[in-house]
């Protein structure tokens, strides 16, 4: 049971993923084509983000200049999920083997989303609170400022969170009742 509602689970997540960073890799693209063409409220909003991404330590800049390839990429890793959730569904060994690899590049790609909370986060945070207008309601500049609290919490919190529970999948994964799981479904398909 735990094999296939995890299944169904990345198959969905898989598929939602893949789209998702295909779609912002794209709308990435446009805004810095935008920004570059002289859009001015984009080029305004734009060059203050990339003023404030410059002044971070490396890798930030770089991980910032190439974010639409990155995306890119997180597509391709969202692909492999659904490939390896399919093949676990189905019980094929590798797919157990593959997910396993994937739950623990999940978790270094998690420790380091850590690090944004840090220092990506907070120089964001003051690059939007510099490009608000002056006139804003104080109503609304201070529920700007708890949103901008809130995601700065929620970039520390979530990756903790999803180490640990990529850890115990990957563990789950690993007990020899899962592996008997795939082996046994192995065998009959051998002895068909």
Do not use: K
């Amino acid at each position: 049971m735990f094999v296939t509602v995890l299944s169904w689970a990345f198959i969905g997540l898989g598929a939602i993923g893949a789209c998702f960073f295909a779609l912002f890799s794209l709308v990435s693209t446009a805004t810095q084509h935008l920004a570059l063409a002289g859009n001015a409220p984009i080029h305004h909003q734009m060059l203050s983000i990339s003023q404030a991404m410059q002044g971070l330590p490396p890798p930030w800049p770089w991980i910032y200049a190439h974010e639409s390839q990155l995306l890119l990429l997180g597509s391709a890793v969202a692909l492999l999920h659904l490939a390896c959730a399919l093949g676990m569904l189905w019980r094929r060994r590798w797919a157990r083997v593959g997910f396993i690899a994937l739950m623990l590049l999940d978790i270094l790609l998690q420790l380091a989303m850590i690090p944004y909370a840090y220092v990506v986060q907070p120089a964001l945070t003051r690059a939007v609170q510099a490009d608000m207008p002056a006139g804003l309601p104080p109503a609304f500049a201070a529920w700007m400022e708890r949103v901008m609290a809130f995601q700065h919490i929620e970039a520390m919190v979530r990756p903790v969170l999803l180490i640990g529970l990529f850890a115990w999948i990957a563990w789950r994964l690993h007990r020899a009742s899962v592996r008997q799981e795939f082996a046994g479904q192995r065998s009959a398909g051998n002895g068909a």
